[in-house]
């Protein structure tokens, strides 16, 4: 471990919080956003991709991957223990979240809950739809947090196994490589841990929660998977800009080839 003056080793341990925090955010937001799916290119794309098809992907890929990314960042300054106490953090977060939810869909909802700005007219048409009133309200909030009952238990099952899995690889690049090629400890890790992500939480949501085939849930997880990798190497050049920011700020050499984390 560097040495680090107090002023420095409080603004290292502040800084880690923040990190684990906005780490354990990100989870709980992609747990709650991912029950969409929606399209890529929903007007048609470049013929190259899909062959201008519009590509079905869950919205959870527009916040997972940076969760990766925080977990690197760690990994690279703080060490793998740090890392892997952010990932039972964020494992914490999850559970507390789901018991938070199903609390809030058991409520009993009150008469006086249903859509603003409408007059009774239109709140009678769209009650007959089932699209208003209390109960069509209290439907609408159950699909909404109840389906990601399902979501979260396979979310869970597959950040544990990928995010551990993650940090693990990382530091097995690490010493495979001497220290050397920051871009192959990071996209090495990234790329294999989304894989088994991506295979275990779509296969069990799309399948078991959407009751999808699996031929349509094989491409879903394909192009999912695909957007992901694209991520990861656009994650490359920040995750050298984030260590290299970091070490600045804490006053610690810019090594190259680093033997371990100058803070683990």
């Known amino acids: 471990m560097t040495a680090l003056n107090p002023e420095k080793r409080r603004r290292a341990e502040s800084t880690y919080t923040v990190l684990a925090g906005s780490f354990a955010v990100i989870l709980v937001l992609t747990n709650i956003i991912g029950t969409k799916l929606f399209y890529l290119f929903p007007d048609g794309g470049p013929a ?32 793998k223990r740090k890392a892997n106490l952010m990932v039972w953090l964020g494992f914490g977060t999850s559970f507390l979240m789901l018991g938070v939810l199903q609390l809030a869909v058991s409520l009993p ?80 890790s990234t790329i294999i841990s989304q894989l088994v992500d991506t295979i275990i939480v779509n296969g069990i949501y799309l399948r078991w929660g959407l009751n999808l085939d699996w031929a349509v849930i094989g491409e879903i997880i394909f192009w999912v998977y695909v957007c992901k990798i694209a991520l990861a190497f656009v994650d490359t050049p920040l995750i050298y800009l984030g260590c290299s920011r970091f070490r600045a700020f804490f006053g610690l050499p810019q090594d190259a080839a680093p033997e371990s984390a100058p803070l683990a």
């Open 48 to 79: 190259w991709f899909n062959g201008g098809e519009p590509v079905t992907l869950t919205a959870g890929i527009i916040t997972y991957p940076l969760t990766f990314w925080l977990t690197d960042v760690v990994s690279e300054i703080w060490g």
């Open 109 to 188: 909802a009150s008469e006086v809950w249903s859509i603003p700005g409408i007059s009774p007219i239109d709140a009678g048409l769209l009650e007959r739809e089932g699209i208003a009133g209390r109960d069509a309200m209290q439907a609408a909030y159950a699909s909404t947090f109840q389906n990601p009952r399902l979501l979260l238990l396979a979310s869970m099952l597959a950040y544990l196994v990928a995010q551990l899995f993650d940090v693990r690889l990382y530091h097995f690049w690490w010493k495979v490589t001497g220290g050397r090629h920051l871009w192959l400890r990071n996209n090495g």
